[in-house]
């Protein structure tokens, strides 16, 4: 069972910066893929960034050299580095994980991440 250390998210200014953080733990196969994806009433979850094993980081078209996703394998810890924040980029942050061998998708619980202009 995959379970997950989430934090950061918050509120903060347009132009203003946030970091987020997951580590995920428990599963008996490791972590193949980490990263977020992002979710807003009445709209479809979209990828944010999401980094998988022996792949460069991929974002979603959206982020355009803003955020910066890095990865501890070890810890099973990765950081999403959120600068230049826009009021379009409020919305729930769910911390995702692609567990190894199975490829079975896991989610935390989000973090909320507010921008006011």
């Known amino acids: 069972q995959v379970q997950f250390d989430e934090s950061g998210g918050g509120s903060v200014q347009a132009g203003g910066s946030l970091r987020l953080s997951c580590r995920a733990y428990?599963?008996?196969?490791?972590?193949?893929?980490i990263g977020w994806y992002r979710q807003v009433p009445g709209k479809q979850r979209e990828l944010v960034a999401l980094?998988?094993?022996?792949?460069?980081?991929k974002y979603g078209d959206f982020v355009k050299g803003r955020f910066t996703i890095s990865r501890d394998n070890p810890r099973n810890t990765a950081w999403l580095q959120m600068d230049n924040l826009q009021p379009d980029d409020t919305a729930i942050y769910y911390c995702?994980?692609?567990?190894?061998?199975?490829?079975?998708?896991?989610w935390g619980q989000g973090a909320q991440v507010t921008v006011f202009g």
């Open positions: 995702y994980v692609d567990e190894a061998v199975v490829r079975h998708d896991h």
């Open positions: 428990g599963s008996p196969f490791g972590i193949y893929g």
């Open positions: 980094l998988r094993d022996g792949f460069a980081a």
